[in-house]
């Protein structure tokens, strides 16, 4: 049971715009900004969204992160295929007093 | 660029004791970051086990605090995982990476997998 929560799974079509939500509660995502990592198979998360909106350098201008509350939210806009993988939300949490992660959500592209 | 990289036994027995170290080239590990461990179980999710700064202060999950130990190498710039009594919950895929700040973590190691079992 992960301490965030996201939906299991996600899907859309090549050129849909999906949203992929992280839920946590006043002592993580209510108090810290969210990071975003993408996983594809076999390999380390790569960061993909920080501090909540910030794209690092190489990261398309596709995705897009926000965060009200305690919630936070990743965008795709424009799917490709290649966004078929797995996508986690993690932020730092005071009652663990350490990180926590979403238990991640798998986006299919149909 | 910065790079990390994981080794360390691939297969540990049951009640044994979990070792790996991460080499982190094109930075110092002295600089003013912490560095972190974050394991995968298969097919699972992202579970935080443990952080250190180079000045050896540490940080552990609770649900593993009893029987870890994170160190530090600063001649080799490099640093160290070490989990005991381990049983086949601990097997996962390990992961180091440098933290940039709370959760934002980069860049992280390939991992390496890590199995409990006789």
Same mark, same amino acid.
């Given at each position: 049971?992960?301490?965030?929560?996201?939906?299991?799974?996600?899907?859309?079509?090549?050129?849909?715009?999906? +949203?992929?939500?992280?839920?946590?509660?006043?002592?993580?995502?209510?108090?810290? @900004?969210?990071?975003?990592?993408? *996983?594809?198979?076999? @390999?380390?998360?790569?960061?993909?969204?920080?501090? #909540?909106?910030?794209?690092?350098?190489?990261?398309?201008?596709? &995705?897009?992160?926000? /965060?009200?509350?305690?919630?936070?939210?990743?965008?795709?806009?424009?799917? *490709?295929?290649?966004?078929?993988?797995?996508?986690?939300?993690?932020?730092?949490?005071?009652?663990?007093?350490?990180?926590? &992660?979403? %238990?991640?959500?798998? $986006?299919?592209?149909? | 660029?910065?790079? $990390?990289?994981?080794?360390?036994? %691939?297969?540990?027995?049951?009640?044994?004791?979990?070792? !790996?170290?991460?080499?982190?080239?094109?930075?110092?590990?002295?600089?003013?970051?912490?560095?972190?461990?974050?394991? *995968?179980?298969?097919?699972?999710? $992202?579970?935080?086990?443990?952080?250190?700064?180079?000045?050896? +202060?540490?940080?552990?999950?609770?649900?593993?605090?009893? /029987?870890?130990?994170?160190?530090? #190498?600063?001649?080799?710039?490099?640093?160290? !995982? +070490?989990?005991?009594?381990? @049983?086949?919950?601990?097997?996962?895929?390990?992961?180091?990476? /440098?933290?940039?700040?709370?959760? /934002?973590?980069?860049?992280?190691?390939?991992?390496?997998?890590?199995?409990?079992?006789?």
């Amino acid at each position: 049971q992960s301490v965030l929560t996201q939906p299991p799974s996600a899907s859309g079509t090549p050129g849909q715009r999906v +949203t992929i939500s992280c839920s946590g509660s006043s002592s993580n995502i209510g108090s810290y @900004t969210v990071n975003w990592y993408q *996983q594809l198979p076999g @390999t380390a998360p790569k960061l993909l969204i920080y501090s #909540d909106n910030q794209r690092p350098s190489g990261v398309p201008d596709r &995705f897009s992160g926000s /965060r009200s509350g305690t919630s936070a939210s990743l965008a795709i806009s424009g799917l *490709q295929s290649e966004d078929e993988t797995d996508y986690y939300c993690a932020a730092w949490d005071d009652s663990l007093n350490g990180p926590v &992660f979403g %238990g991640g959500t798998k $986006l299919t592209v149909l | 660029q910065v790079q $990390l990289q994981e080794s360390g036994p %691939g297969l540990v027995k049951p009640s044994g004791t979990l070792s !790996l170290t991460c080499a982190v080239s094109g930075a110092s590990i002295s600089s003013n970051n912490w560095w972190i461990w974050i394991r *995968q179980a298969p097919g699972k999710g $992202l579970e935080w086990v443990g952080e250190i700064y180079h000045s050896g +202060t540490t940080n552990y999950n609770p649900s593993v605090k009893s /029987r870890v130990t994170i160190s530090v #190498d600063k001649s080799r710039n490099q640093f160290s !995982l +070490t989990l005991t009594s381990v @049983t086949a919950a601990d097997t996962a895929v390990y992961f180091c990476a /440098r933290v940039l700040s709370g959760s /934002r973590f980069d860049p992280w190691g390939q991992g390496t997998l890590v199995t409990v079992s006789s």
